[in-house]
């Protein structure tokens, strides 16, 4: 099936840094979303964006849906190392299906 | 809030057995739920769409009567794998979207890992 684009695939970073990430498309979307998946778990909602050009907080991660509603970034500012895992993008563009992105698989050391 | 409940968690089995996974919607209720499969180091890729009190809605590629899928109520959807094999081993995970706007966050549950002998 149809996935997003995610950039980087894979980052490793250390305790303290920021994070960023994006999300890219060949479609418009009206909703974006970004999820956060530990091994052996399901993925957990971090984030929900419903408007080109909103920027959103939950606590240290920041997420932006693109202007061009073709793109979405997440940011994690000051990295712990609880912050390890998959974050995954989603996007829809209205249907009751959403497309997800590759991955981006994140480790920190501490 | 929007809690997903899956079971088993993990199952292992001989190769021609049937095995069923529950999800569950603790605290809301899902008019659809969804069914995903990933294999290691990937993405989620969408099996199918459970609608409660109709038919699954299958994606390209996915067999129907190897994936039986039933949505009996707002709360609870299963999958059954039939007849299952080696080839069928994966990380299955489903999740739930609130009844309302379409564009509702699904919420997930903690997968099940299956395991075919």
């Known amino acids: 099936g149809q996935q997003l684009n995610q950039s980087p695939q894979s980052m490793f970073i250390q305790e303290g840094e920021d994070v960023s990430m994006n999300c890219t498309s060949s479609?418009?979307?009206?909703?974006w979303l970004w999820y956060k998946q530990d091994p052996g778990e399901g993925p957990v909602l971090l984030i929900a964006?419903?408007?080109?050009?909103e920027l959103t907080s939950n606590g240290r991660l920041t997420a932006q849906f693109g202007t061009t509603r073709k793109d979405s970034f997440l940011n994690i500012s000051a990295s712990i190392p609880s912050d390890v895992g998959i974050y995954f993008c989603a996007g829809t563009s209205g249907t009751y299906k959403y497309i997800f992105g590759t991955g981006t698989r994140l480790k920190v050391l501490a | 809030g929007a809690v997903v409940s899956q079971h088993p968690s993990r199952v292992i089995c001989k190769s021609g057995t049937s095995v069923k996974i529950e999800c569950r919607s603790l605290d809301f209720q899902a008019t659809t739920m969804f069914w995903y499969r990933q294999f290691p180091k990937q993405s989620l890729m969408l099996m199918a769409t459970s609608n409660e009190g109709s038919k699954a809605t299958y994606e390209q590629g996915v067999e129907k009567d190897k994936f039986l899928i039933n949505h009996a109520s707002l709360t609870l959807s299963t999958l059954t794998v039939t007849s299952a094999h080696p080839e069928d081993s994966s990380f299955y995970i489903c999740?739930?979207?609130?009844?309302?706007?379409?564009?509702?966050?699904?919420?997930f549950g903690d997968g099940t890992r299956l395991s075919i002998l």
């Open positions: 964006l419903y408007k080109a050009g």
């Open positions: 999740s739930a979207r609130e009844a309302g706007h379409p564009n509702q966050p699904q919420h």
């Open positions: 479609s418009i979307f009206n909703t």
